[in-house]
């Protein structure tokens, strides 16, 4: 399900690397260029094939969970997806320059799909206490909400929750693995009107 | 006599504190020193029914697992035993002394059953065999499954006696367990591991059982509505409601005393606080109001108190606040990463998970504050500790043999045990008060 997104990430892609030449986070396009983008991409060829439309959203990871599927990561490494998850020091959630970064690139997406909503899930590594880091997994995921509303994202496309440590990416004991799980995952939940 | 029993009472109580200094100074002192030598025989079948190892073995299995357990005591083995336990009878005058003492034992638990028309009645007696007299003498009449609790009921009985306080073996661990599967659901179980129950069965994430203080309730978190929300379940009537499902974090908390007020962290745009709710879940008063995280309330005795954890420092700790004045104070200097603190229902301190070396370990703190002491060591992490209710005893959850599962210990740091052995990970364990 999930790599789906391939598939109309490359054809949006290729609109919103025109579209971003110089559009810098913080000092957004207009919206309607945005919108005639996504417009553009379905538009042409709408009630020809509904593959060309975003899939209506994506499994979040308690979903994936449940299901018994690998938990959702996004690393830079990887495309299947466009909006990559990003890292945070041991019981902090101040974001890092990389994590800025990769957060102004989330907001382009983000203001290239104006429909898309978007979940941010918070997540810990299992130092600690299991309370203490669903909290701290809540603090990284409004750093990072906060951080995108200054950007000019729309705070009501945005939603978060913490999963604190309980939904770890990499189970072995080891820092390189719980630097992975100290982790902002992004969850596409819709691409229709904010509700 | 009475003064020897009661100067062999003192010797435990002055050996205990000998080894708290030992502890103190870093010397091991096995577990099993100067432990009190007790026998324990079969159960003799009282009735017209037939035998019944259930009883006559399994009563008498259970009450030397919870004397060993207690740390107070040493078991003297079964097999060297001389008496036939189907002849010899319980009653004072009608066994002889001498085959108890020759063992060395200095003190006898005998006990007897009977099974009549699906009802269980069992009779304990307690002997003091160098004083040739009985100590103390119950009668408990039950159903059939209720023969494990009258066991532990004896046993905290045994303890009266001896301590003048009653045990703590009559009450249940509830903790979380990913079992077999990958689910976090919450169990409860008796210390020994009998008698366990499934309390969650949704295939999601459930966390931080608490108890109510009849023992009749836990509050705990749940993901089995896609949102962290805290619930509360009934074992008496097995209902299991919303207890807190605002937006953001609802975290499980603690439940003062008198049951009328739950104290719990909730989420406002990213900011976890505490808060006072009452036993509907309405919010009766705002508790923090710091800006960092503050997680993990657990009342003080008289409930007027409540300990919890803070970044407000940077760095987990643990603070006390006065819920009236709000006055806050903090508890722990040493140790940079502090969590996971639970205030005794009966002496006053406060146990906690501390990091160093990037290990977790259990500490205890006198809730005045002062210097902790550090109950376990080069043992793999060691997490989540909870108070028996007679304060003697901290159930954890320890992950040194590779998988997380759950221990107990004398609050001292003796006598650690392994209580759980499920194939998964066991965490969270919440130790019951008293049933009753």
Redesign the interface.
């Known amino acids: 399900m999930i790599y789906r997104w391939n598939f109309p990430l490359s054809v949006f892609v290729l609109a919103s690397s025109v579209s971003l030449v110089g559009c810098v986070p913080g000092m957004m396009g207009s919206s309607s260029s945005s919108s005639d983008q996504s417009g553009a991409t379905g538009g042409g060829e709408r009630g020809i094939s509904s593959s060309e439309v975003p899939p209506s959203a994506q499994a979040r990871s308690l979903e994936a969970f449940q299901r018994g599927s690998e938990i959702p990561s996004t690393s830079s490494s990887s495309k299947s997806s466009s909006l990559q998850d990003i890292y945070f020091e041991f019981n902090r959630f101040t974001l890092r320059p990389e994590a800025r970064e990769t957060l102004n690139a989330n907001a382009r997406w983000l203001q290239n799909n104006p429909r898309g909503r978007i979940e941010i899930e918070g997540h810990a590594d299992e130092k600690g206490g299991n309370e203490y880091n669903l909290a701290l997994g809540a603090r990284r995921a409004q750093a990072v909400k906060d951080y995108l509303v200054t950007l000019g994202i729309g705070s009501n496309r945005l939603s978060t929750i913490s999963y604190g440590e309980e939904l770890p990416v990499c189970k072995t004991k080891s820092e390189t693995c719980w630097q992975k799980n100290r982790r902002i995952h992004f969850v596409i939940i819709g691409f229709g009107p904010a509700s | 006599m009475r003064r020897i029993i009661f100067a062999l009472v003192m010797l435990l109580v002055v050996s205990a504190a000998m080894r708290v200094e030992a502890q103190v100074k870093g010397l091991i002192v096995g577990p099993g020193a100067q432990r009190y030598p007790i026998a324990v025989s079969l159960l003799k079948n009282l009735g017209p029914a037939m035998d019944d190892p259930k009883f006559s073995e399994g009563i008498a299995d259970i009450i030397a697992r919870d004397l060993d357990l207690s740390g107070w005591f040493r078991i003297i083995d079964r097999a060297t035993y001389l008496e036939d336990p189907k002849t010899s009878g319980i009653r004072l005058g009608r066994f002889d002394f001498r085959d108890w003492s020759t063992l060395g034992a200095e003190a006898l638990v005998k006990g007897g059953f009977e099974l009549k028309d699906g009802v269980l009645i069992t009779e304990f007696r307690l002997f003091d065999v160098f004083q040739r007299r009985q100590r103390g003498g119950k009668r408990y009449t039950g159903q059939i499954q209720d023969y494990r609790r009258m066991a532990h009921k004896f046993v905290d009985e045994i303890i009266f006696q001896f301590t003048g306080v009653r045990g703590a073996f009559d009450t249940r661990i509830t903790y979380v367990s990913t079992g077999a599967g ?3 659901e919450i169990y409860v179980a008796h210390l020994d591991g009998t008698d366990r129950e499934q309390v969650t069965n949704n ?3 459930n ?2 059982p608490s108890w109510s203080p009849n023992g009749r309730s836990v509050l705990y ?1 749940s ?1 089995k509505d ?3 929300k805290v619930y509360r379940y009934d074992f008496t009537s097995g209902s299991d409601i919303e207890f807190s499902g605002r937006k ?2 609802n ?1 499980s908390g603690s439940w003062s005393a008198d049951g009328k007020r739950i104290a719990l ?1 909730l ?1 406002n ?4 606080d505490i808060y006072l709710l009452d036993s509907k879940g309405k919010i009766v008063k705002r508790l923090t109001r710091s800006t960092g ?4 309330p657990t009342w003080s005795l008289k409930g007027d108190q409540v300990a919890f ?1 803070s ?1 407000r420092s940077g ?2 700790q643990i603070y006390i606040i006065d819920i009236s004045t709000l006055k806050t104070r903090r508890l722990t200097y040493s140790g940079k ?1 502090n ?2 603190p639970e205030w005794s229902a009966k002496v006053d301190k406060i146990t906690y ?1 501390g ?1 160093s070396d ?1 290990r ?1 370990n259990i500490f205890s703190i006198p809730s005045q504050g002062g210097d902790p002491r550090q109950l376990t060591a080069n043992a793999g992490d060691n ?2 500790p909870s108070w028996s209710p007679d304060g003697r005893y901290i159930v954890f959850s320890s992950n040194r043999t590779g998988r997380y599962q759950v221990y107990v210990m004398r609050a001292n740091g003796d006598n650690q045990r392994i209580l759980t052995g499920s194939s998964g990970d066991d ?2 364990p919440s130790w019951s008060p008293r049933l009753q």
């Open positions: 990958r689910f976090k295939r999601s994430i966390l931080s978190t993901y896609g949102k962290p953001g974090l975290l962290s989420e745009k990213g900011n976890v995280i503050d997680v993990s954890v970044n760095r987990p990463y969590t996971s998970a990091m990037g977790f997490e989540d965490t969270n």
